[in-house]
């Protein structure tokens, strides 16, 4: 069988992780963050989402370094609760990157309507040629998918540096307000920062998609816990300065709500018009990115029979191109759907979100079964603290992700009475101070 090559280094990964992380999620929920609270809430949801990340950041980065495979997240959830889990966490996350691919395209489209008013119908089309562009990149490989995520990095710092540089005005009083709100000052509603930090969940979304990748990681033992961390601490720095931009601006008067928020800063630096054409280059590089790793995820759970099977071949170019179709076909079904039914994007993303909220319990139950010493205590103590306050607010809407883990439930029920599926095992790295060998393993 034709399996997946080690062909990412550490800069290659970096430029995945972080082109993953960071383009819809810096562009998009500074504004939407506004749209759910006040500057004082918005502010505070910011913070309490990063300092919940931390725990949940160092669970990801240790289980990748110990089980670096293509099955990524469906492998440690069969650590988590056996062999069903891999169903189960497979429909969980096919269940996201159905909902969360189309929401990234139509978050670019939103920028372009910025430029050019686009209506409703004129947006959903801009957004399938997204899809488009995204469906035809990871067809041409990993090289080409290398080339635009350093591209798009490139542009990104770009961006950032522009739009800080000139908005360093509202840095001071988005400052301000951050010391009132800590402080219990401003207006404060504790529903409003919930719904706030859910939201800004999707900002820190992609570390563990990043697992489906790592059985193409070179050197896992070395290079999969510095990809996690300093793509973390990047990320998030890039995160807190722009969100305290945005509080200063909007205080100020300037509006910043919805998706496209970030445009009305670009105004004040000059060339307004190409930064946002950059903003959408931005966007598009985050939307190959998620569609490579949720390829991925079809193609292992193709060959080990939680999906169709046809998900797990490859083409004579190592490329799994019928994943790849399937998606593509899927996103413009979501696209033209959300349209019609006038259906916002933050819906989308908060559906996404709490998903992974409950894969993220798969996460912590593999990490606590595999890990040893005072580590597992606090970062499983603090990791389940996080998500009993995000899963607090979701109410009626957590029938989707539970229907997804009862489905992949009763596919693993029905494999286990037909004709055994042969299944890539799982690699694994002993825990340090074990007495087995602590050489890196093949992903393989």
Same mark, same amino acid.
């Given at each position: 069988?034709?399996?997946?090559?080690?062909?990412?280094?550490?800069?290659?990964?970096?430029?995945?992780?972080?082109?993953?992380?960071?383009?819809?999620? &810096?562009?998009?929920?500074?504004?939407?963050?506004?749209?759910?609270?006040?500057?004082?809430?918005?502010?505070?949801?910011?913070?309490?989402?990063?300092?919940?990340?931390?725990?949940?950041?160092?669970?990801?980065?240790?289980?990748?370094?110990?089980?670096?495979?293509?099955?990524?997240?469906?492998?440690?959830?069969?650590?988590?609760?056996?062999?069903?889990?891999?169903?189960?966490?497979?429909?969980?996350?096919?269940?996201?990157?159905?909902?969360?691919?189309?929401?990234?395209?139509?978050?670019?489209?939103?920028?372009?309507?910025?430029?050019?008013?686009?209506?409703?119908?004129?947006?959903?089309?801009?957004?399938?040629?997204?899809?488009?562009?995204?469906?035809?990149?990871?067809?041409?490989?990993?090289?080409? &998918?290398?080339?635009?995520?350093?591209?798009?990095?490139?542009?990104?710092?770009?961006?950032?540096?522009?739009?800080?540089?000139?908005?360093?005005?509202?840095?001071?009083?988005?400052?301000?307000?951050?010391?009132?709100?800590?402080?219990?000052?401003?207006?404060?509603?504790?529903?409003?920062?919930?719904?706030?930090?859910?939201?800004?969940?999707?900002?820190?979304?992609?570390?563990?998609?990043?697992?489906?990748?790592?059985?193409?990681?070179?050197?896992?033992?070395?290079?999969?816990?510095?990809?996690?961390?300093?793509?973390?601490?990047?990320?998030?720095?890039?995160?807190?300065?722009?969100?305290?931009?945005?509080?200063?601006?909007?205080?100020?008067?300037?509006?910043?709500?919805?998706?496209?928020?970030?445009?009305?800063?670009?105004?004040?630096?000059?060339?307004?018009?190409?930064?946002?054409?950059?903003?959408?280059?931005?966007?598009?590089?985050?939307?190959?990115?998620?569609?490579?790793?949720?390829?991925?995820?079809?193609?292992?759970?193709?060959?080990?029979?939680?999906?169709?099977? &046809?998900?797990?071949?490859?083409?004579?170019?190592?490329?799994?191109?019928?994943?790849?179709?399937?998606?593509?076909?899927?996103?413009? &079904?979501?696209?033209?759907?959300?349209?019609?039914?006038?259906?916002?994007?933050?819906?989308?993303?908060?559906?996404?979100?709490?998903?992974?909220?409950?894969?993220?319990?798969?996460?912590?139950?593999?990490?606590?079964?595999?890990?040893?010493?005072?580590?597992?205590?606090?970062?499983?103590?603090?990791?389940?603290?996080?998500?009993?306050?995000?899963?607090?607010?979701?109410?009626?809407?957590?029938?989707?992700?539970?229907?997804?883990?009862?489905?992949?439930?009763?596919?693993?029920?029905?494999?286990?009475?037909?004709?055994?599926?042969?299944?890539?095992?799982?690699?694994?790295?002993?825990?340090?101070?074990?007495?087995?060998?602590?050489?890196?393993?093949?992903?393989?």
């Amino acid at each position: 069988m034709i399996e997946l090559e080690k062909t990412i280094s550490f800069s290659r990964g970096m430029g995945l992780a972080v082109c993953m992380l960071i383009g819809t999620g &810096i562009l998009a929920l500074p504004g939407l963050a506004l749209d759910a609270g006040t500057v004082h809430e918005a502010i505070l949801g910011w913070f309490l989402i990063a300092i919940a990340a931390v725990p949940l950041i160092a669970i990801c980065s240790r289980l990748g370094l110990r089980f670096p495979s293509t099955a990524g997240l469906a492998g440690y959830s069969e650590e988590a609760v056996g062999p069903w889990g891999g169903y189960a966490v497979s429909y969980l996350v096919g269940g996201s990157f159905f909902f969360g691919l189309p929401a990234v395209a139509l978050i670019g489209s939103e920028y372009m309507g910025q430029l050019f008013q686009l209506s409703g119908v004129e947006t959903a089309l801009f957004a399938v040629l997204l899809v488009t562009l995204m469906f035809l990149s990871n067809l041409a490989g990993m090289k080409v &998918i290398s080339m635009i995520n350093y591209a798009a990095l490139a542009v990104l710092l770009l961006l950032i540096s522009l739009l800080i540089a000139f908005n360093l005005n509202f840095l001071g009083s988005g400052l301000e307000i951050a010391s009132e709100a800590v402080n219990g000052g401003g207006k404060l509603d504790l529903n409003n920062i919930w719904r706030v930090a859910a939201l800004l969940f999707w900002a820190f979304l992609g570390w563990e998609n990043l697992s489906f990748s790592l059985g193409e990681i070179k050197d896992p033992e070395k290079n999969v816990p510095r990809l996690y961390w300093l793509s973390f601490v990047l990320v998030t720095s890039i995160y807190l300065v722009l969100a305290l931009i945005s509080a200063g601006a909007s205080a100020s008067g300037t509006t910043l709500e919805g998706a496209a928020g970030l445009s009305s800063l670009v105004f004040f630096a000059p060339g307004g018009d190409l930064l946002i054409w950059l903003m959408v280059i931005v966007i598009a590089a985050n939307a190959c990115s998620w569609n490579f790793t949720a390829s991925r995820l079809l193609y292992a759970g193709g060959r080990t029979g939680i999906f169709p099977e &046809i998900f797990g071949k490859l083409s004579a170019g190592n490329i799994p191109v019928y994943s790849l179709v399937g998606l593509y076909i899927l996103s413009i &079904i979501l696209i033209c759907g959300s349209d019609l039914l006038k259906i916002p994007v933050s819906a989308m993303m908060l559906l996404v979100n709490q998903n992974f909220v409950f894969l993220y319990a798969f996460i912590i139950i593999a990490y606590w079964k595999t890990e040893t010493g005072w580590q597992k205590w606090i970062f499983s103590v603090f990791s389940l603290l996080s998500l009993s306050f995000l899963i607090s607010g979701f109410t009626w809407k957590v029938t989707y992700p539970i229907f997804l883990i009862g489905l992949g439930y009763f596919r693993y029920l029905r494999s286990i009475n037909k004709v055994p599926v042969s299944r890539t095992p799982v690699p694994r790295v002993p825990a340090s101070g074990s007495s087995e060998s602590r050489n890196p393993v093949s992903g393989k």
